[in-house]
Protein backbone atom coordinates (compact mmCIF):
# COMPACT_ATOMS: atom_id res chain seq x y z
CA UNK A 1 0.00 0.00 0.00
CA UNK A 2 0.71 3.62 -0.52
CA UNK A 3 1.33 6.20 2.52
CA UNK A 4 1.64 9.67 1.09
CA UNK A 5 1.84 13.23 2.90
CA UNK A 6 3.92 15.62 4.90
CA UNK A 7 7.91 13.78 5.39
CA UNK A 8 7.03 10.83 3.24
CA UNK A 9 7.46 13.01 0.24
CA UNK A 10 10.64 11.18 -2.14
CA UNK A 11 12.99 11.85 -5.17
CA UNK A 12 14.82 8.63 -6.10
CA UNK A 13 17.80 9.47 -7.48
CA UNK A 14 18.16 8.86 -11.57
CA UNK A 15 18.56 5.14 -13.03
CA UNK A 16 18.18 4.33 -9.09
CA UNK A 17 15.52 2.32 -7.16
CA UNK A 18 14.11 3.45 -3.45
CA UNK A 19 13.29 -0.30 -2.81
CA UNK A 20 14.74 -1.75 0.06
CA UNK A 21 16.06 1.73 1.53
CA UNK A 22 17.08 1.84 5.36
CA UNK A 23 16.73 5.44 5.37
CA UNK A 24 13.46 5.66 3.86
CA UNK A 25 12.07 2.67 5.74
CA UNK A 26 13.09 4.82 9.03
CA UNK A 27 11.45 7.80 7.19
CA UNK A 28 8.08 5.92 8.03
CA UNK A 29 9.14 4.41 11.53
CA UNK A 30 6.02 6.12 13.44
CA UNK A 31 3.49 5.15 11.07
CA UNK A 32 4.72 1.36 10.54
CA UNK A 33 4.98 1.10 14.33
CA UNK A 34 1.83 2.80 14.84
CA UNK A 35 0.65 -0.31 12.48
CA UNK A 36 1.73 -2.81 14.49
CA UNK A 37 0.74 -1.78 17.77
CA UNK A 38 -2.73 -1.25 16.64
CA UNK A 39 -2.07 -5.08 14.74
CA UNK A 40 -0.73 -6.63 17.56
CA UNK A 41 -3.45 -5.40 19.81
CA UNK A 42 -6.14 -6.79 17.48
CA UNK A 43 -4.39 -10.25 16.94
CA UNK A 44 -2.35 -9.77 13.58
CA UNK A 45 0.74 -11.21 14.28
CA UNK A 46 3.13 -8.85 11.97
CA UNK A 47 6.17 -10.83 10.82
CA UNK A 48 7.83 -8.81 8.62
CA UNK A 49 7.99 -5.56 6.45
CA UNK A 50 9.80 -3.20 3.99
CA UNK A 51 9.78 -0.31 2.38
CA UNK A 52 9.43 -0.56 -2.02
CA UNK A 53 8.85 2.58 -3.71
CA UNK A 54 8.17 5.91 -2.90
CA UNK A 55 5.50 5.77 -0.41
CA UNK A 56 5.32 2.13 -0.57
CA UNK A 57 5.33 -0.06 2.63
CA UNK A 58 4.96 -3.39 2.49
CA UNK A 59 4.00 -5.07 5.96
CA UNK A 60 3.43 -9.04 6.69
CA UNK A 61 1.25 -10.77 9.31
CA UNK A 62 1.10 -14.56 9.74
CA UNK A 63 -0.88 -17.00 7.29
CA UNK A 64 -3.26 -18.76 8.61
CA UNK A 65 -7.09 -20.64 7.25
CA UNK A 66 -8.63 -18.58 4.13
CA UNK A 67 -11.47 -17.35 6.04
CA UNK A 68 -9.29 -15.74 9.07
CA UNK A 69 -7.03 -14.36 6.30
CA UNK A 70 -9.79 -12.71 5.05
CA UNK A 71 -10.69 -10.82 8.37
CA UNK A 72 -7.15 -10.02 9.65
CA UNK A 73 -6.60 -8.50 5.72
CA UNK A 74 -10.10 -6.61 6.53
CA UNK A 75 -8.89 -5.62 9.66
CA UNK A 76 -5.42 -4.58 8.77
CA UNK A 77 -6.96 -2.01 5.86
CA UNK A 78 -9.21 -0.23 8.87
CA UNK A 79 -5.57 -0.29 11.40
CA UNK A 80 -4.10 1.50 8.43
CA UNK A 81 -7.31 4.39 8.04
CA UNK A 82 -7.12 5.03 11.57
CA UNK A 83 -3.40 5.30 11.82
CA UNK A 84 -3.19 7.76 8.85
CA UNK A 85 -5.73 10.01 10.06
CA UNK A 86 -3.76 10.26 13.67
CA UNK A 87 -0.27 11.09 11.80
CA UNK A 88 -2.22 13.28 9.09
CA UNK A 89 -1.20 11.37 6.35
CA UNK A 90 -3.19 9.49 3.75
CA UNK A 91 -3.11 5.26 3.32
CA UNK A 92 -4.04 4.40 -0.20
CA UNK A 93 -4.99 0.95 -1.56
CA UNK A 94 -5.40 1.70 -5.15
CA UNK A 95 -3.79 -0.79 -7.13
CA UNK A 96 -1.74 1.65 -9.31
CA UNK A 97 -1.22 5.17 -8.46
CA UNK A 98 1.66 5.89 -10.43
CA UNK A 99 2.80 5.18 -14.04
CA UNK A 100 6.21 4.36 -14.32
CA UNK A 101 6.01 2.55 -10.35
CA UNK A 102 5.61 -0.70 -8.57
CA UNK A 103 1.64 -1.41 -8.02
CA UNK A 104 0.01 -2.15 -4.71
CA UNK A 105 -0.31 -5.53 -5.14
CA UNK A 106 -2.01 -8.35 -2.63
CA UNK A 107 -0.33 -11.64 -3.63
CA UNK A 108 -1.95 -14.80 -1.96
CA UNK A 109 0.47 -17.33 -0.68
CA UNK A 110 -0.89 -20.25 -0.04
CA UNK A 111 -0.26 -23.94 0.66
CA UNK A 112 -2.93 -26.73 0.89
CA UNK A 113 -2.49 -29.10 4.60
CA UNK A 114 -4.00 -32.52 5.43
CA UNK A 115 -3.96 -32.39 9.07
CA UNK A 116 0.02 -31.16 9.69
CA UNK A 117 1.15 -32.81 6.17
CA UNK A 118 1.97 -29.96 3.70
CA UNK A 119 -0.10 -31.48 0.46
CA UNK A 120 2.53 -29.49 -2.17
CA UNK A 121 5.46 -31.44 -0.52
CA UNK A 122 6.78 -34.50 -1.39
CA UNK A 123 8.37 -35.93 2.12
CA UNK A 124 11.61 -36.47 1.66
CA UNK A 125 12.85 -34.22 -0.91
CA UNK A 126 14.68 -31.36 -0.77
CA UNK A 127 15.39 -29.57 -3.85
CA UNK A 128 12.56 -26.94 -5.18
CA UNK A 129 9.56 -29.20 -6.52
CA UNK A 130 6.26 -29.44 -6.35
CA UNK A 131 3.92 -32.67 -5.61
CA UNK A 132 1.35 -34.04 -8.49
CA UNK A 133 -1.01 -33.32 -6.28
CA UNK A 134 0.43 -29.62 -5.93
CA UNK A 135 0.50 -29.45 -9.64
CA UNK A 136 -3.58 -30.23 -10.27
CA UNK A 137 -3.66 -27.77 -8.11
CA UNK A 138 -1.92 -25.34 -9.60
CA UNK A 139 -3.43 -26.08 -12.71
CA UNK A 140 -6.49 -25.15 -11.85
CA UNK A 141 -5.83 -21.85 -10.64
CA UNK A 142 -4.47 -21.46 -14.11
CA UNK A 143 -7.26 -22.63 -16.03
CA UNK A 144 -9.16 -20.02 -14.12
CA UNK A 145 -7.09 -17.40 -13.87
CA UNK A 146 -8.92 -15.55 -16.33
CA UNK A 147 -12.57 -16.07 -15.34
CA UNK A 148 -11.40 -15.17 -11.79
CA UNK A 149 -9.50 -11.35 -13.02
CA UNK A 150 -12.89 -9.41 -12.38
CA UNK A 151 -12.20 -10.14 -8.54
CA UNK A 152 -8.37 -10.18 -8.60
CA UNK A 153 -8.24 -6.45 -10.51
CA UNK A 154 -11.49 -5.55 -9.34
CA UNK A 155 -10.78 -1.68 -10.61
CA UNK A 156 -10.11 -0.07 -13.50
CA UNK A 157 -7.32 1.30 -12.32
CA UNK A 158 -6.33 -2.75 -11.56
CA UNK A 159 -5.16 -2.96 -14.92
CA UNK A 160 -2.64 -0.66 -15.11
CA UNK A 161 -0.70 -2.60 -12.56
CA UNK A 162 -0.89 -5.79 -15.30
CA UNK A 163 0.11 -2.88 -18.52
CA UNK A 164 3.20 -2.04 -16.68
CA UNK A 165 6.07 -4.53 -17.68
CA UNK A 166 8.95 -4.86 -15.47
CA UNK A 167 7.09 -3.52 -12.05
CA UNK A 168 6.52 -7.55 -10.48
CA UNK A 169 3.29 -7.84 -11.95
CA UNK A 170 1.92 -10.70 -13.72
CA UNK A 171 1.53 -10.28 -17.75
CA UNK A 172 1.06 -13.70 -18.86
CA UNK A 173 -0.77 -16.66 -17.58
CA UNK A 174 1.81 -19.09 -16.43
CA UNK A 175 3.71 -20.26 -13.45
CA UNK A 176 7.85 -20.72 -12.64
CA UNK A 177 10.71 -22.24 -9.80
CA UNK A 178 11.29 -18.64 -7.95
CA UNK A 179 10.64 -16.72 -11.11
CA UNK A 180 8.71 -13.64 -10.37
CA UNK A 181 7.33 -12.36 -13.64
CA UNK A 182 5.05 -15.23 -13.47
CA UNK A 183 1.59 -15.52 -12.56
CA UNK A 184 2.02 -17.93 -10.28
CA UNK A 185 5.73 -18.31 -8.23
CA UNK A 186 6.67 -21.51 -6.55
CA UNK A 187 8.26 -19.52 -3.89
CA UNK A 188 9.85 -22.05 -1.54
CA UNK A 189 9.11 -25.74 -0.99
CA UNK A 190 4.98 -25.97 0.13
CA UNK A 191 4.27 -22.51 -0.72
CA UNK A 192 2.79 -21.05 -4.24
CA UNK A 193 2.34 -17.11 -4.34
CA UNK A 194 -0.63 -16.29 -6.53
CA UNK A 195 0.25 -12.70 -8.10
CA UNK A 196 -2.75 -11.35 -9.78
CA UNK A 197 -4.90 -9.93 -6.49
CA UNK A 198 -4.09 -6.43 -6.21
CA UNK A 199 -4.60 -4.24 -2.93
CA UNK A 200 -8.24 -3.55 -3.89
CA UNK A 201 -9.17 -7.09 -3.92
CA UNK A 202 -12.37 -8.04 -1.28
CA UNK A 203 -10.20 -11.42 0.15
CA UNK A 204 -13.76 -13.19 0.69
CA UNK A 205 -14.34 -13.40 -2.74
CA UNK A 206 -10.65 -13.96 -3.85
CA UNK A 207 -10.46 -16.78 -1.59
CA UNK A 208 -13.63 -18.25 -2.86
CA UNK A 209 -12.81 -18.60 -6.31
CA UNK A 210 -8.74 -19.53 -5.37
CA UNK A 211 -10.41 -22.19 -3.46
CA UNK A 212 -12.97 -23.40 -6.56
CA UNK A 213 -10.45 -23.29 -9.04
CA UNK A 214 -8.32 -25.48 -6.65
CA UNK A 215 -10.70 -27.85 -6.40
CA UNK A 216 -11.37 -28.40 -10.00
CA UNK A 217 -7.83 -28.50 -10.83
CA UNK A 218 -7.55 -31.34 -8.40
CA UNK A 219 -11.07 -33.00 -9.42
CA UNK A 220 -10.03 -32.93 -13.14
CA UNK A 221 -6.07 -33.73 -12.55
CA UNK A 222 -5.34 -30.03 -14.96
CA UNK A 223 -2.09 -30.27 -15.86
CA UNK A 224 -0.60 -26.63 -15.40
CA UNK A 225 2.11 -27.40 -17.88
CA UNK A 226 6.15 -26.80 -17.90
CA UNK A 227 7.69 -23.98 -15.38
CA UNK A 228 8.33 -20.78 -17.32
CA UNK A 229 11.92 -20.27 -17.58
CA UNK A 230 13.54 -16.50 -18.10
CA UNK A 231 11.46 -13.76 -17.94
CA UNK A 232 7.60 -14.48 -18.73
CA UNK A 233 7.44 -10.83 -20.70
CA UNK A 234 9.45 -12.42 -23.16
CA UNK A 235 7.01 -15.44 -23.69
CA UNK A 236 3.86 -14.44 -25.54
CA UNK A 237 1.94 -18.00 -25.32
CA UNK A 238 0.07 -19.67 -22.91
CA UNK A 239 -1.70 -22.68 -22.77
CA UNK A 240 -4.72 -20.90 -20.65
CA UNK A 241 -5.22 -17.83 -23.37
CA UNK A 242 -3.98 -14.47 -22.65
CA UNK A 243 -4.64 -12.79 -19.02
CA UNK A 244 -7.29 -10.33 -19.22
CA UNK A 245 -6.10 -6.46 -19.68
CA UNK A 246 -8.91 -4.36 -18.88
CA UNK A 247 -11.92 -4.67 -16.68
CA UNK A 248 -14.03 -5.02 -19.59
CA UNK A 249 -12.17 -8.19 -20.82
CA UNK A 250 -12.12 -9.77 -17.23
CA UNK A 251 -15.97 -9.24 -17.46
CA UNK A 252 -16.12 -11.07 -20.66
CA UNK A 253 -14.11 -14.06 -19.25
CA UNK A 254 -15.33 -14.24 -15.94
CA UNK A 255 -18.87 -14.84 -17.92
CA UNK A 256 -17.34 -17.38 -19.54
CA UNK A 257 -16.40 -19.57 -17.09
CA UNK A 258 -18.99 -21.54 -15.71
CA UNK A 259 -16.45 -22.66 -12.59
CA UNK A 260 -15.95 -19.24 -11.11
CA UNK A 261 -19.46 -18.38 -11.25
CA UNK A 262 -20.53 -21.12 -9.96
CA UNK A 263 -18.59 -20.52 -6.72
CA UNK A 264 -20.35 -17.73 -5.84
CA UNK A 265 -24.31 -17.52 -5.19
CA UNK A 266 -26.11 -16.84 -8.08
CA UNK A 267 -27.88 -13.48 -7.25
CA UNK A 268 -24.17 -12.53 -5.93
CA UNK A 269 -22.37 -13.10 -8.92
CA UNK A 270 -24.80 -10.98 -11.04
CA UNK A 271 -24.97 -8.14 -8.97
CA UNK A 272 -21.05 -8.50 -9.03
CA UNK A 273 -20.87 -8.42 -12.66
CA UNK A 274 -23.37 -5.37 -13.16
CA UNK A 275 -21.66 -3.43 -10.77
CA UNK A 276 -18.61 -4.02 -13.02
CA UNK A 277 -19.94 -2.98 -15.78
CA UNK A 278 -21.54 -0.06 -15.36
CA UNK A 279 -18.17 0.86 -13.57
CA UNK A 280 -16.46 -0.09 -16.96
CA UNK A 281 -19.17 1.73 -18.81
CA UNK A 282 -18.36 5.08 -17.00
CA UNK A 283 -15.00 4.98 -17.42
CA UNK A 284 -15.13 4.20 -21.13
CA UNK A 285 -17.17 7.33 -21.12
CA UNK A 286 -14.78 9.74 -19.34
CA UNK A 287 -12.44 12.26 -21.12
CA UNK A 288 -9.35 11.48 -19.14
CA UNK A 289 -5.92 14.26 -18.80
CA UNK A 290 -4.13 11.96 -21.04
CA UNK A 291 -6.56 12.52 -24.12
CA UNK A 292 -6.57 16.11 -23.51
CA UNK A 293 -2.63 16.07 -23.32
CA UNK A 294 -2.07 14.38 -26.44
CA UNK A 295 -5.45 15.06 -28.76
CA UNK A 296 -6.18 18.36 -27.95
CA UNK A 297 -4.00 20.63 -29.42
CA UNK A 298 -2.83 17.99 -31.95
CA UNK A 299 -6.36 18.35 -33.26
CA UNK A 300 -6.97 21.58 -33.15
Same mark, same amino acid.
Given at each position: ? =?? &? ?7 ? $? ?10 ? %?? $??? *?? +? ?8 ? %? ?10 ? @? ?5 ? +?? +? ?30 ? @? ?11 ? *? ?22 ? !? %? ?9 ? *? ?22 ? +? ?13 ? &? ?6 ? $? ?15 ? =? ?10 ? $???? @? ?23 ? !? ?51
Amino acid at each position: M =TW &TGPGLEVTP $RPGQSPAYSLDL %LE $RTR *HI +FQSVIRYGQA %LGLNMIEGDYED @PGQIELN +FM +FDRAELTADRLTTYRMICRQVAREHGVKASFM @PKPTTGAMGNGCH *HNFSLWRGDQNMLVEPGRTELHLS !E %LGRHALGGVLA *HAAGSMVVMGSTVNSYKRYWDVGQ +FAPSRIDWGMENRTC &TVRLSVNG $RLEFKLPDAAVNPYLSH =TLLLASIKDGLE $RKID @PGKPQTGSSHDNDESVFGPLPVTLG !EALVAFREDPVVQAALPTELADAYAAVKADEWARFCSYVTDWERAIYEDVLA
